[in-house]
């Protein structure tokens, strides 16, 4: 076996001192969070330095379990651990006899689907990436558990990310949550990321909201106009704070950072109004009675920060609504029909879009929290009355026709929603505004709620393909059926019959 040498490193954008192994492991989560799929880390470090404790505490990190028995791959030469965000692959070249040996390994096509840890990397460094991140790990004193964690990339991309996820560590510092740690979070199909931040003092939920130039591409961002997408922070905290002062429940904000997109809020739990993967007919009245409380009021069109300033609430205009559901033709059609649809079906599209909301023009309107659905009503078992769900997901909320929400949660595009179950719930619906809100029009709420769960399957219908071919996520597939079968049964309805004739025009 050659000799073993340090790699010099050419040049570092950074230095680190740890004191001792608690602080290496809060090290180690901030790294966890930022890395993706293709990623390269590279632990260099003499023997004893602290490679194996560091890349143990990063895997656990990864997992959720400070308990996970991580083995060194002294042997083995590389373990690959599968995780539902992606798989970690940790490496220990220290028995490589030839850098070509790593080929054998499977570095390249482990990093197609997941991230790799590479403790004695000057072994093979030829054939590492050359983008790969580099930490140099030292002990300075052999009397302390101290380090020193040097970073290097030939890729600038990699000190952004590392500034950014230390400067979430410098954040918590400032809520009082310093030596939290921090575990990644599923969330949404949102350019936002969440973490779940564990400390003595309980849980909490971190988002992330970097949202800064070329986050994005010009397209992307165009969309989100065009259809009132919140594209900063200052929407959670302004809706958040108007729904809680009127008594319903949303996430209580501890510490936000406006500039840098950083929101530390209340953790409502996991647990959904969908009990074994069914509709829990009991949650989803309690739901109902929540969308009585908020349509029976009148709600404002700004919103006062405390932070400074106010937030904007945005109107959802008929160009939004369209814009919307125009994903259908951008990517339901082409996916069953195999071609692209021309501009004069577009065209006719739109027309009829125009027509049928006009016709719903004189319908109730008020905050839409557009999204109001199983994955964003959490339950909270302890609790009383409207209480008892938790809302989430606030952040892209418009003044609309407040029949959206209503179908967004009977028509439910996570779960299966019965004939019996929709008609139930919409007439606990009709029943509570009939009782609560002088002036409601059963026979204008009918017409919108059909309008509207169109425009909503619609909608999703394309999102849900578009997922699946854009952004590789194939699961979402799955829920076509489902959707399918709400159009089928929402267009029905009285009053459908131009919708019907037009969308039956495809074989779904």
């Known amino acids: ?108 096509d482990l990093l197609e689907t997941g991230a790799a840890l590479i ?16 930490i140099q790990i030292v002990q300075p004193d052999e009397e302390t558990d101290n380090r020193r964690f040097v970073f290097h990339s030939e890729n600038p991309d990699w000190q952004q990310r590392i500034e950014q996820t230390l400067g979430v560590r410098d954040f918590l510092e400032n809520a009082g949550l310093g030596s939290a740690n921090r575990r990644f979070l599923a969330g949404d199909a949102s350019l936002r990321t969440f973490e779940s931040i564990a400390s003595i003092s309980g849980r909490s939920v971190l988002m992330r909201w970097p949202f800064r130039e070329g986050a994005v591409s010009e397209d992307v961002r165009a969309y989100m106009t065009r259809v009132h997408l919140a594209q900063d922070c200052r929407s959670v ?18 510490s936000a950072d406006l500039e840098n997109g950083l929101v530390l809020s209340e953790d409502f739990g996991s647990e959904t109004i969908v009990v074994d993967g069914r509709p829990d007919p009991a949650r989803y009245r ?30 959802y205009s008929d160009a939004a609504l369209i814009a919307e559901a125009a994903l259908f033709l951008d990517w339901y059609v082409p996916e069953i029909s195999g071609d692209p649809v021309d501009a004069s079906l577009r065209a006719e599209f739109a027309a009829l879009w125009h027509q049928n909301l006009d016709r719903i023009s004189g319908a109730q309107r008020g905050w839409v929290l557009r999204d109001f659905h199983s994955p964003n009503l959490l339950w909270q078992e302890a609790a009383g009355g409207i209480d008892r769900i938790g809302l989430i997901d606030l952040q892209d909320t418009v003044i609309g026709p407040v029949a959206y929400d209503v179908a967004s949660l009977l028509l439910d595009a996570r779960t299966e929603m019965s004939v019996e179950l929709e008609t139930s719930l919409y007439d606990a619906y009709v029943s509570g505004m009939e009782k609560q809100s002088p002036g409601f029009d059963r026979a204008s709420f009918s017409d919108a709620y059909s309008v509207m769960a169109v425009q909503r399957v619609s909608k999703i219908l394309g999102i849900f393909v578009r997922l699946a071919r854009r952004d590789a996520k194939p699961a979402y597939l799955s829920h076509l059926p489902r959707m399918i079968g709400y159009l089928d049964r929402v267009l029905e309805r009285p009053g459908m019959s131009g919708l019907k004739d037009w969308y039956g025009r495809f074989r779904f």
């Open 1 to 108: 076996m050659a000799e073993h040498r340090l790699r010099q490193l050419p040049a570092s954008f950074l230095t680190l001192e740890t004191s001792g192994e608690t602080e290496t492991g809060q090290l180690a989560d901030d790294i966890a969070m930022i890395l993706k799929a293709g990623d390269v880390v590279c632990l260099s470090g003499d023997l004893g330095a602290g490679k194996s404790t560091f890349a143990r505490a990063l895997i656990r990190t990864f997992a959720a379990d400070v308990g996970l028995e991580v083995p060194s791959p002294t042997f083995t030469l590389v373990q690959t651990y599968e995780f539902p965000r992606f798989d970690l692959s940790h490496f220990d070249l220290y028995r490589l006899e030839e850098p070509e040996e790593l080929e054998e390994l499977g570095l390249e």
């Open 119 to 134: 403790e004695w990397p000057e072994r093979a460094e030829s054939l590492l990436p050359r983008d790969a991140l580099w």
């Open 286 to 315: 309690v739901a109902i009675d929540i969308l009585v409380h908020l349509h029976r009021q009148s709600w404002p069109e700004s919103v006062r920060l405390k932070e400074g300033g106010t937030y904007e609430v945005p109107h």
């Open 237 to 254: 905290l302004a809706i958040g704070s108007e729904l809680r002062r009127r008594g319903i429940r949303a996430p209580e904000t501890f």
